[in-house]
């Protein structure tokens, strides 16, 4: 508390009315005028009766409770008079109240009698003048100047504020004392309502680190506290955090009120700097979320101090003794292994930084042009046979038998009894419905031969292991007839080769092909080799498994999630351990067992994890998962992957301490209501999804510090007793964790955020209206909120900028979280992310908030399930950015001015020209759909379903319905009206146009896509300019589901932007858009058709071909003949098909021309069975002979590829 103190010396009173015995009261009311206790309350003794009233013993001191140093939240003081009756209390006949801010602010060392100061009484009742009365007012010390730099305001540095450095000596110290000091508040929240003025509140702060707990005293009535309290704590480590909460004290302290919670974790002061700091108070999980409940200034400091003893090891939470029985085996000593590192050079910065971009470069060239796609995988594994197996059994033989693993799916062959070698020749087909390509990137396919023993476990002979991605990156994306060495990793005794399998494993992606080959010369060449040289594995496998130790230095990790729950016997946290994994060996950390909130989770492993690797390899994936440990089964995390050969190919063959972010689903939110149809649904569980493959998570989970190397195999440490290391996975405990130069360089850091608007907002209601809504940027763990705002037909108004404190991250931006931008419903702690987008922190970072503002398109979070089947997850146009504080203050003016600029509307009236649409999804039985569509913009939805009037201005128009039937290649040619008010060109809002195909009455229509149209100064039109709808440039926007590239089909169209003069104003009448046709006939010469695929896995019986063409008087159709000359997958039909139509007659419009749509069918069963086993269209727009871009297709002699 500060020492300044008001001095205050009643001299007289004079009465003007009466005559009376009076007494004077002296009080200090809070700001908002009420009474701050009975410790700043004082009166005198009665004066002598009379209209002129002196008071004995009259000289008061206040501030001993209440802050006087602040000048910005200085209180007032009262003056009042009352009489004095021998009967209880007396009259009160008036007061003044006097702000101390109006008063002098020097100080005196005694009474100046110089300046004594008469102030008017008025009555309590009718504000008359009743008295005067004259006083003299001092301090004991000045006002403090802010500008010395002291929280309070003092010249003079208050204890709380003074920092104590550390010797140079100690730089290399692990910090041992904490100093946390409480300065001062502002704005808090008002806990405690008054029935006058505005209400307050009595503050108090409760800091806990570890188990210890300080508190400051409570200030009573103040939104505006000061404490300057200083506390030291001794306990702290890196698993530690400071949680200060901000409580409003009721009733003495027998109640408390929550006001505000910050939590700090003590590795952010691990470089031993001072942090002083203003915090924003957040909410029970420590979010500062959009309530504002006032900011708290602190000031830490975390030091190495010589004087204070060193903690017993027993109370280091990585102790063996703390971790449970779940492990048996014990850690051995490392303390050689403890190399003292010097601080790095810049020569040896400037050698990482070079070896990481030759990492890099490395990754480019093993990808290649290939590119892995999100879409429908068939994964065909071929087992052959098996030679030279080794005996598992007691007659010198075994009983061989295959198992096959692919993403999950297993199978296996028959048993083949008592033999070592055996041919299988058993062909296993996986098929995988929308995989996407961060699940097929960490892929394996496990094949493993088994010893099977009736009544008892089978025994393992030996295994191979390989990448999906390293067969997809060779040719063909196969692995054809090969020999592979079999290894057995489960028994350490199995050294070298246990056998050789002959398999194929062939992968075909989306819109690929299988390969073919002719089998029957490809055996005879095999035997004919094989006779002369012998077998040849693919990859010759080295005869001891000694080749090369992975080893991987886990030191700690950071902010993770919470996954126990608190209970009446158990705290929340985790049990967290850590689990390496490269091709079939695995070791992992001890578990260590963290409790608080999240900023509290940060175990420490101090681990080192040797795993043995023989290369050549075929499955280099290295995975670095985080486990929560349970009784019952463990909870996965989350999970880190790196590439072994690219590790390997670094000339230093390390990388340094480097952090690892974590993603996964997200924490809260899920529904916890049964769906007992999910049984029968199989559907994906995308919550383990997440976790598992986390490059799309839309959660970020903490991060994990590591260190990689490869060494010889004669550089693995031996045992305690001397003799030599097995080759199996190992753990060694490190005696310290980094030193601070050994840590990764911090860099600090700022967010931002503009958001403008949003279209197609996801309309979430509860019991009683629909919910607002709120956009969150995080990155780590700092995140910023938007206002939330109404949800008004999809459409959200948020016009707010926002930016976040302070944080500190690693210098090297690979090294820093993703941002994650995340539409939001709820509030407080109950705010779940319902859709959400990821972007590169090294990729805003470049963008030195110079940004553009943009409209993201959201992705569903599809663990949490927020939105219906086909629902548009929604758009936003927002600006957002990070980079040092510096720069960010630069900036901010700009964008200060841009959100400005955002607000400005003007009246338009938008028209969306709806041409056609071709190569449409099939979404019924006969290959066709029945399309219509729906057009959203700027709250705003016209439905094509049904006819329709739409608004002009003061008039309405008829819009006829658009609903075609039986067609993938509908033609619409209509014209849509929208009246809006728009902002500037460069925050215009998108146009969302969404495909559904009708199913009748009866039915859900199902969603086939949809595209955003973004809107420019190029789509703004004179009304008055007749030429203007000529001048309409329509062009092909390819349909999305959820990104560009997973749906097929187009939709030709334009949009069109007429500025009116008033929002009511009527606008003329669109003119037609449909384009002038004549009658035409397209020749098609048939010849055949070439590798027609298998369907359904049976070859192509009697395949037809079948051309159909839409126009506006129907749809013209022919056949060819079925045929199977000369066989089923090269049929020959040499037929001339003439299909009548009607098609564009001006040149320049030959973009309008349908396309011919070519289905290949196949006759089965007597033709009872004729199913669709291909498609393909024809692009009309370059044939037509009168159009400028006519080819002439007798030149070209282009084939037509079917799907």
């Not at 056998?499 to 055996?523: A, Q, T, W």
Request: overall charge negative; proline content about 6%.
């Amino acid at each position: 508390m500060s020492s300044r103190r008001l001095q205050v010396s009643v001299v007289k009173a004079n009465l003007h009315q009466t005559e009376a015995a009076v007494s004077c009261h002296v009080k200090l009311l809070d700001l908002a005028l009420r009474e701050i206790g009975k410790k700043e309350a004082f009166k005198t003794k009665a004066g002598k009766k009379g209209k002129e009233v002196t008071f004995p013993d009259n000289t008061f001191q206040l501030g001993s409770t209440y802050n006087l140093s602040r000048a910005d939240a200085l209180p007032s003081l009262e003056l009042s008079l009352v009489t004095s009756s021998t009967m209880g209390s007396g009259k009160k006949l008036g007061s003044v109240i006097i702000p101390l801010d109006t008063i002098d602010q020097s100080a005196s060392p005694c009474k100046p009698t110089d300046q004594a100061m008469e102030y008017s009484i008025q009555g309590s009742l009718n504000q008359e003048l009743v008295a005067t009365i004259t006083a003299v007012m001092w301090w004991n010390e000045p006002l403090p100047n802010e500008s010395e730099g002291n929280a309070g305001g003092g010249g003079a540095m208050s204890a709380a504020e003074e920092i104590i450095p550390e010797d140079e000596a100690h730089a290399d110290e692990m910090p041992n004392e904490l100093s946390v000091s409480i300065l001062r508040a502002k704005d808090l929240a008002v806990m405690d309502s008054s029935l006058v003025g505005k209400g307050s509140s009595d503050p108090r702060v409760t800091v806990k680190v570890g188990s210890a707990t300080r508190k400051t005293e409570c200030i009573q009535k103040n939104l505006n506290p000061v404490w300057n309290e200083k506390f030291i704590f001794q306990e702290a480590d890196l698993e530690s955090a400071i949680v200060i909460t901000m409580e409003d004290v009721d009733m003495g302290g027998l109640s408390t009120d929550f006001m505000g919670k910050v939590t700090i974790p003590l590795v952010q002061l691990q470089t031993k700097k001072p942090v002083r700091a203003w915090k924003r108070l957040g909410n029970k999980l420590s979010k500062a979320d959009t309530t504002q409940r006032g900011e708290i200034e602190i000031l830490l400091h975390w030091k190495y101090n010589p004087n204070v003893k060193i903690r017993k090891q027993s109370s280091m939470s990585f102790l063996p003794g703390l971790l449970g029985h779940e492990e048996s085996d014990e850690e051995a000593e490392v303390d050689n292994l403890d190399v003292k590192e010097s601080p790095k050079s810049k020569e040896q910065e400037e050698e990482e930084k070079k070896e990481k971009e030759e990492k890099e470069k490395a990754l480019k060239e093993e990808i290649g042009d290939i590119q892995i796609k999100s879409g429908d995988y068939q994964i065909q594994v071929h087992i052959i046979e098996v030679r030279d197996l080794k005996a598992e059994d007691e007659n010198g033989l075994s009983d061989p038998v295959v198992y096959v693993e692919a993403f999950g799916q297993k199978r296996n062959t028959k048993v083949m009894p008592s033999c070592l070698s055996a041919a299988f020749d058993e062909r296993f087909i996986f098929n995988y419905r929308d995989m996407d390509k961060e699940t097929f990137d960490a892929g394996q396919i496990r094949v493993n031969v088994m010893d099977a023993d009736f009544g008892s476990r089978n025994d393992m002979i030996g295994s191979f292991v390989v990448d999906a991605s390293q067969i997809y990156f060779r040719p063909k994306h196969e692995f054809y007839r090969e020999w592979v060495a079999l290894i057995d990793d489960t028994n350490i005794s199995d050294q070298g080769v246990q056998g050789y399998l002959k398999l194929s494993i062939s992968i075909i992606g989306p819109g690929e092909k299988m390969p073919v080959h002719d089998e029957e010369s490809d055996k005879a060449e095999e035997k004919e080799r094989e006779e002369r040289d012998g077998i040849s594995p693919a990859i010759p496998p080295s005869i001891k498994r000694t080749n090369q130790w992975l080893v991987t230095k886990i030191y700690r990790a950071e902010y993770l999630p919470v996954m126990d729950a608190s209970s009446l016997i158990s705290t929340a946290g985790i049990d967290a351990f850590v689990q390496v994994d490269i091709g079939t060996a695995m070791k992992r950390t001890r578990k260590n067992k963290v409790t608080g909130d999240r900023a509290q989770l940060n175990p420490i492993f101090n681990s080192e994890i040797w795993t043995p690797v023989t290369t050549p390899i075929m499955s280099d994936v290295i995975r670095y998962s985080i486990w929560d440990w349970d009784r019952t089964s463990n909870s996965l995390v989350s999970t880190v992957t790196d590439r072994f050969n690219l590790l390997n190919s670094l000339p230093s063959k390390k990388v340094g301490p480097h952090w690892c972010n974590l993603y996964g689903a997200q924490l809260r939110g899920y529904d916890h209501t049964p769906d007992i149809t999910k049984a029968f649904k199989k559907e994906k569980d995308w919550k383990a999804h997440y976790n598992k493959f986390p490059d799309n998570a839309p959660h970020y989970r903490g991060r994990i510090l590591l260190e990689q190397r490869i060494v010889g195999e004669g550089e693995a440490p031996k045992k305690k007793d001397g003799s030599p290391r097995e080759v199996a996975p190992f753990r060694l405990k490190l005696p310290a964790g980094l030193k601070q130069s050994q840590q990764p360089k911090q860099a600090t850091y700022k967010l931002r955020m503009m958001t403008i608007s949003g279209t197609e907002i996801p309309q979430i209601k509860n019991a009683f209206h629909i919910r607002k809504m709120q956009i969150k940027l995080q990155c780590g763990r700092n995140e910023i909120f938007s206002s939330r705002v109404e949800n008004n037909n999809g459409v959200c108004e948020w016009n707010h900028l926002m930016e976040s404190e302070d944080f500190i991250y690693p210098e090297d931006p690979e090294q820093c979280p993703d941002i994650v931008i995340s539409i939001c419903k709820g509030k407080d702690t109950e705010i779940v992310p319902v859709a959400y987008k990821r972007f590169k922190f090294k990729d805003v970072l470049e963008q030195n908030f110079q940004g553009d503002t943009r409209w993201i398109t959201f992705e569903e979070d599809k663990a949490l399930d927020c939105l219906a089947d086909g629902q548009f997850p929604g758009s936003a146009l927002i600006r957002f950015g990070v980079g040092t504080p510096e720069l960010a203050q630069r900036t901010y003016q700009e964008w200060e001015a841009a959100l400005y600029h955002s607000r400005r509307k003007t009246p338009y009236q938008l028209r969306c020209h709806i041409y056609q649409a071709r190569s449409l999804p099939a979404s019924d039985a006969n290959g066709l759909m029945d399309p219509y569509f729906k057009i959203n913009f700027n709250g705003q939805t016209f439905e094509a379903k049904y006819a329709k009037k739409c608004n002009n201005g003061r008039k309405k128009y008829d819009v006829p319905q658009m609903l075609r039937k039986k067609t993938c290649d509908p033609l619409w040619y209509g014209v849509i009206c929208f009246d809006t008010e728009l902002p500037e060109a460069q925050y215009f809002p998108q146009v969302n146009f969404q495909l559904y195909d009708w199913d009748g009455a009866f039915d859900k229509d199902d969603y086939n896509g949809c595209f955003n149209a973004q809107l420019s100064e190029d789509n703004i039109h004179d009304f008055d300019d007749q030429s203007s709808n000529r001048a309409l440039k329509p062009q092909w926007y390819p349909l999305m589901k959820e990104e560009e590239g997973d749906c097929e089909g187009e939709v030709l169209c334009c949009f069109q932007l007429l500025k009116k003069r008033a929002p009511e104003m009527t606008m003329p009448d669109p003119p037609s858009i449909k384009p002038a046709l004549m009658d035409a006939f397209v020749e098609i010469v048939a010849i055949g058709c070439r590798d027609l695929s298998p369907y359904n896995f049976l070859a192509m019986q009697y395949p037809k071909v079948e051309f159909a063409l839409d126009s506006d008087e129907g749809t013209a159709v022919q056949c060819t003949d079925k045929s199977k000359r000369p066989s089923g997958s090269n049929p020959n039909f040499l037929e001339r098909i003439v299909l009548k139509c009607r098609l564009p007659e001006d040149p320049e419009a030959a973009i309008y021309a349908p396309p011919v749509s070519v289905k290949v069918y196949d006759y089965r069963l007597a033709g009872m069975v004729q199913p669709i086993c291909g498609v393909a269209k024809i692009d009309l727009s370059k044939k037509l002979p009168w159009s400028k871009g006519y080819e002439d297709p007798t030149l070209s002699g282009k084939n037509t590829n079917v799907t």
